[in-house]
Structure formats: C-alpha cells, structure tokens
C-alpha cells in the first residue's frame, strides 16, 4: 500500500491518495479520500477514473470519512459496477 503516490498525466504531476498494490507490485484499488465536509460527487469519481487511467486498477473507492462508495471495473464487460461492501483484499 502506498499513500500520497504522484503521478503525471496529461503532462500534469497529480497525486493519488491511497494506492493498494497486489504481490506483484501491480495496483489493484485506488482510494480517494475527501474531507469530511467535502460531498462525493460526479466530479469525484471523473477524478479518480482519471488517476486511474495510470494505475489500471479493478477496485476504486471514495470517501469522505461519513460516505463510502465502492465500484468494482469490469474489463470483460467494458464498464463498472457499485459494489455494496468493500471486497476482502484477497479477492482482489
């Protein structure tokens, strides 16, 4: 796991807020973390989608410390999926 991870893209240095990474170094969920007062919302998740372009993760999650939304990317299927429990790290 790693926090506060730079990143570039788009010609532009960003930077992830939690970064889970499997066994073999290759990241499987991104966190986005938002303070409390800060309410998730599209633009939320248009910026973790973003970030992930670079990590190619299959878990994404926002939060804000009060609400927590899990989406769980299906490649096969070409689209995403709200999961209702953040899934077990072995099963990612």
Do not use: W
């Not at 372009?53 to 899990?70: K, P, S």
């Not at 989406?71 to 990612?92: A, L, S, T």
């Amino acid at each position: 796991m790693r926090t506060e991870n730079g990143l570039k893209l788009y010609n532009t240095v960003k930077r992830s807020d939690i970064v889970i990474y499997n066994k073999n170094a290759e990241a499987v969920a991104l966190v986005e973390c938002k303070a409390p007062e800060v309410r998730i919302s599209q633009s939320t998740f248009d910026q973790i989608a973003r970030y992930n372009i670079h990590f190619n993760a299959r878990i994404l999650m926002v939060t804000n410390g009060i609400d927590t939304y899990c989406v769980k990317i299906c490649k096969e299927r070409g689209g995403y999926e709200f999961v209702q429990d953040i899934p077990d790290y072995k099963d990612i």
